[in-house]
């Protein structure tokens, strides 16, 4: 059961992030894109994974430490369920990037590779975002 929702969760994603980079301008891309309930899906996956495993994963998380954390993530539940987390919030992330560009008038030749480096290196990605925000204004 693991397996099927860790592969499930990036093919849940995977067409929002086809939308907002191959076809950006497609009137249906904004409208779907604009309902903050895409991530929903992933967000269920998530809840399977941790919901069961919710005894380990609070203390793990209210008091972090490195080795619980390591030993939270080092099961294929806790990685499965750490791959839902990273799914849900880069797509999040590239959904805030990709409406604000569009809002902003910035080319989506621009954002192509910048919503690129947000699905593989999210952090990277959003700061890309937020420098080239601010190089445009």
């Not at 860790?6 to 950006?24: C, H, N, R």
């Not at 604000?100 to 947000?118: K, N, Q, Y």
């Amino acid at each position: 059961m693991t397996e099927l929702l860790f592969g499930l969760t990036f093919a849940l994603a995977a067409p929002f992030w086809a939308l907002m980079i191959l076809l950006p301008r497609w009137s249906w891309t904004t409208r779907i894109i604009g309902s903050p309930l895409i991530v929903l899906p992933i967000l269920a996956i998530y809840a399977l994974l941790v919901i069961p495993a919710f005894a380990e994963v609070l203390p793990a998380v209210a008091n972090p430490t490195l080795a619980g954390v390591t030993a939270l993530l080092g099961t294929p539940a806790g990685a499965a369920a750490g791959w839902a987390h990273m799914i849900a919030f880069d797509l999040f992330v590239g959904r805030w990037a990709y409406l604000d560009s569009r809002e902003r008038g910035i080319s989506p030749f621009v954002m192509a590779p910048i919503l690129l480096l947000t699905i593989l290196l999210g952090p990277l990605g959003l700061a890309a975002y937020l420098g080239i925000r601010k190089l445009l204004g």
